[in-house]
């Protein structure tokens, strides 16, 4: 079916345009025209944007939000947070994931994220063995995705081992261990059944060399591996290998524009320069990052560098596509006591300049025609709030600078996934029938 949004004005990938009509068909932008007038009764919009890609989720985690912030025994940290979410996820079955996935993902339609790359590595049940159907959880999430309107991107991890050189897995990481060939059987499942489909490596931890090399041929596509999120996994990595953790993937794996290195935390200068000239993009996740306190990326230098990068809700402990491009230069500017400094040149917005570095790259890391309006693309369309009263007077720029800086996801009026009106008035069409659900295995979970 054919519809048609009216946006008085939106940005296009030459810059804004005004009095823009958007064609779509099957969920795809099919013509556009600017400068055009109104027709009487269609869907009419003040001022949109491109639908961000979100290029990392673990769904099953938004659940665990709120769960591990009281302080231990000993120091925490991402490691003991980790024990947390180990005891946790022995309580999730198939019923249990959808819920949580089709919650968090419609959070992620109204945060501003139209499309999400889940990085889903709990596969099996409880005490480890298959369910029947090997990709039951994986396709547990197509259907939460189907049923939100986002899209989606399917990456099904391998995982195998504790940590560096082999180690067998402890029993907290039962349900996501396969061998190369029964992982195989879960990519060829998802790509029957018609999704975009990478692998991931969960990494270089969880995966050996051999099996990389094993696993990689099984996607002409996307790759994306955790790296270097930790001080602890780059000492291990150095003691394992010699090398850092993005240092050994640059040298060894092969690592180019199919790839997306999530967190990348722990850069020397040399990799950072490397890692930008490889093509590939950097996965950010700069809220559940502070979160766990992994660290800061050196995205001022990467970004000089002209290093591709998008953003990930990582573990959804708060969704928000205006938050995470936030944080990302806030981190900066505490770290490097400055301001405006992932803009590059004089008088470019901060706001719009991290848009458009998140809505290319993430695009790039999902492997779909995403981040753009323009024809071909998938039908993503963010719709701010003009009639708020800090938009008063303000367009364009000002308002994106508005909505990253001040407002976040309260700026948001509607949101289109693949044409379809999902979000209005800043809520999911469907909200309250998966906050039931949600709320119901919520409580089942801390009964
Ligand atoms: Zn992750």
């Given at each position: ?268 200068p040399q990799e950072t320069e490397n890692l930008a000239r490889s093509g590939a993009v950097a996965g ?164």
């Amino acid at each position: 079916m054919q519809t048609t949004l009216f946006l008085d004005r939106a940005l296009l990938p030459d810059g804004w345009a005004s009095d823009v009509r958007i064609t779509c068909e099957d969920g795809l932008i099919t013509a556009l025209q600017i400068d055009t007038p109104p027709i009487s009764g269609e869907s009419r919009e003040a001022l949109g944007v491109p639908g961000l890609p979100n290029l990392h989720s673990h769904a099953f985690q938004r659940a665990m939000a709120g769960l591990a912030e009281r302080r231990g025994p000993a120091a925490d940290s991402f490691w003991t947070w980790r024990e947390v979410m180990y005891r946790f996820l022995a309580r999730l079955g198939p019923d249990e994931v959808e819920a949580i996935a089709a919650y968090a993902f419609a959070d992620m339609l109204e945060a501003g994220f139209t499309a999400v790359a889940e990085f889903h590595y709990l596969h099996h049940s409880p005490d480890g063995s298959p369910y029947a159907d090997v990709a039951e959880l994986a396709r547990r999430h197509l259907k939460a995705a189907a049923d939100t309107g986002i899209g989606i991107t399917m990456l099904p991890v391998f995982y195998a081992h504790a940590t560096f050189g082999g180690e067998p897995p402890t029993p907290g990481q039962r349900r996501f261990i396969n061998d190369p060939s029964r992982f195989a059987r879960i990519v060829e499942a998802l790509r029957k059944d018609g999704a975009t489909v990478g692998v991931a490596p969960h990494s270089l931890r969880a995966a050996t060399p051999d099996e990389l090399q094993a696993i990689l041929p099984l996607t002409d596509g996307l790759v994306h591996i955790h790296a270097a999120e930790q001080v602890k996994e780059v000492e291990d990595c150095l003691a394992w290998s010699g090398q850092r953790p993005v240092e050994w993937l640059l040298n060894n794996a092969g690592v180019d524009a199919r790839w997306c290195l999530i967190h990348a935390t722990h850069l020397t200068p040399q990799e950072t320069e490397n890692l930008a000239r490889s093509g590939a993009v950097a996965g950010l996740c700069p809220i559940t990052e502070a979160n766990l306190g992994d660290g800061i990326f050196p995205s001022s230098a990467y970004l000089a560098a002209n290093g591709r990068f998008g953003v990930g809700t990582d573990s959804n402990i708060a969704i928000d596509a205006a938050g995470e491009l936030r944080q990302l230069e806030y981190a900066q500017r505490l770290s490097l006591r400055g301001r405006n400094l992932l803009s590059q040149t004089e008088g470019e917005s901060t706001g719009r300049a991290l848009l458009t570095g998140a809505l290319q790259g993430g695009a790039q890391a999902l492997g779909q025609p995403l981040g753009a309006l323009a024809v071909g693309h998938r039908a993503d369309v963010v719709c701010l709030n003009m009639d708020h009263p800090d938009m008063a007077g303000r367009s364009d720029d000002l308002a994106l600078d508005t909505w990253v800086f001040s407002q976040g996801r309260a700026a948001i009026a509607a949101v289109y996934a693949g044409g379809r009106r999902v979000v209005e008035n800043g809520r999911h069409i469907h909200r309250s029938a998966f906050n039931a659900r949600y709320s119901a295995v919520l409580k089942g979970l801390t009964a």
